[in-house]
Structures are given as C-alpha cells and as structure tokens.
C-alpha cells in the first residue's frame, strides 16, 4: 500500500505565498521523479514542476520564476514553494511519485488526492 498526501493548500491574496508539501508512505523501495500537476474544472490536468530523484528540475513556462519544487529524499516528500500568486493559480494541485514498491517491481505513477489553492482578494 502507497500513499500519498498532501497539505499546504488555502486561500491566500494575489502577490501572497504558499506552500505545499506531499508526503509518501507505505511500502516503498525508491522513488524517481516527483512532481506536482494542477487542474481547473473543465480542463485537463498539467504539469506544474517535477524533480528527479538527484534534483533536476523542470517547471511550466506560467510558473518559472514564481514557484519552486524541492524534495527530502530521507522523508520520501516533495515541496512546492508558491510565491507571486496570481488569480491564474488556482486549481486544485496534486502530486504524483513514480516509484518501485520492490526491487522487482516495475515503476509506476502514484498520485496524491489533490489540495486546492484559491487566489482571491
């Protein structure tokens, strides 16, 4: 059994800072890339940030500047520092571990069950 969760999210004021965390658990043997993924009603998820198991990064292009992804590998738990809100950022996030639950399992995609972030004066 894996799990993911997450926390962090909320309502905060155009020009303010959040910060989310996603913590995995359960039988894990190791964790590649994590990252995390925001959808709005109606439209399809996308990628937000993502963090490979040595630190590599990759953000959207909306996001490059504002936001950023880190990880504690000892803890098996991926960050998302949110700075310069805008309106435009809200949705509900999510994160996602492509991990092995044994040495002999095949990788696979885990996700979190969403936190929502609203950016409103």
Do not use: H
Request: glycine share 10%; aromatic share 10%; net charge positive.
């Amino acid at each position: 059994q894996v799990q993911l969760v997450e926390s962090g999210g909320g309502l905060v004021q155009p020009g303010g800072s959040l910060r989310l965390s996603c913590a995995a658990s359960g039988t894990i043997f190791t964790i590649d890339a994590m990252g995390w993924y925001r959808q709005v009603p109606g439209k399809q998820r996308e990628l937000v940030a993502s963090i490979t198991s040595v630190g590599t990064t990759n953000y959207a292009d909306s996001v490059k500047g504002r936001f950023t992804i880190s990880r504690d590998n000892t803890e098996n738990t991926v960050y998302l520092q949110m700075n310069s809100l805008k309106p435009e950022d809200t949705a509900a996030y999510y994160c996602k571990a492509a991990l092995q639950k044994t040495y002999y399992s095949g990788p696979r995609d885990y996700w979190g069950q969403g936190t929502q972030v609203t950016v409103s004066s």
